[in-house]
Structure formats: C-alpha cells, structure tokens
C-alpha cells in the first residue's frame, strides 16, 4: 500500500511565505511525475505546480515566480514553497505521485493524491 502525507498548510497573511511537503510511503519501486494541485470552495481542482523525475517543473501562470517546487528522490518526498502568498491562493492543497509499486509479487502502476492540507491567506 502506497501513502502520500502532506504538512506544512496553515493561515498566513498576504505576502507571506508557506512551505509545503508531501512523503510517499509503502512498497514504492520508482516515482515518476509528482505535483501540487489545489481546490478552493465552489472551484475545480487545478494543478499548482509539476515536477518530473528529472526536476523538469511547470507552474500555473497564476504562481509563476511565486512557488517553487522540488523533490527528494532518495527520499520520495516533494515540496512547494510558496512566496508572495496572495487571498486567492487559499485552498486545500493536495500532493499527487504516479508511482510503481509492487505489494505483492505484481507490479501495480498508479495516481496516488494525499488528504490535502489547508493554506489560508487572509489579512
């Protein structure tokens, strides 16, 4: 079984900084693409930010030089750091993997997400 764990959410005033981080735990034999996404009340989920194996990253226009995103690959972990935090950043913030695992004696190829973590950007 394969667990994503997210820290780091929590209330922050405009223009401050959060720092976000996700753990893939369990039978994992390689991790490919890992992101950030996030879903304000009423929205639709929308990607924050991508990161490749090979630290390849994509960001949504509306974080662009704001958010960073990095991974550990030794450790199966991902972070993003967030900059200039603005009210309309506030969301719950998920963490995604595609990962290769094997619990068994198959290999099983999937999209796992974490619980998600909630950043609030308020005065």
């Known amino acids: 079984q394969v667990q994503l764990v997210e820290s780091g959410g929590g209330f922050v005033q405009p223009g401050g900084s959060l720092r976000l981080s996700c753990a893939a735990s369990g039978s994992i034999v390689s991790i490919n693409d890992m992101g950030w996404y996030r879903q304000a009340p009423g929205m639709q989920r929308e990607l924050v930010a991508a990161?490749?194996?090979?630290?390849?990253?994509n960001y949504a226009d509306s974080v662009k030089g704001r958010f960073t995103t990095s991974r550990d690959n030794a450790k199966n972990t991902v972070d993003l750091q967030m900059n200039s935090l603005k009210p309309e950043d506030t969301a719950v913030y998920y963490c995604?993997?595609?990962?290769?695992?094997?619990?068994?004696?198959?290999?099983?190829?999937?999209?796992?997400w974490g619980q998600g973590t909630q950043v609030t950007v308020s005065p």
């Open positions: 995604s993997a595609q990962i290769l695992s094997r619990p068994g004696s198959s290999y099983h190829l999937s999209t796992y």
């Open positions: 990161i490749t194996k090979v630290g390849t990253t």
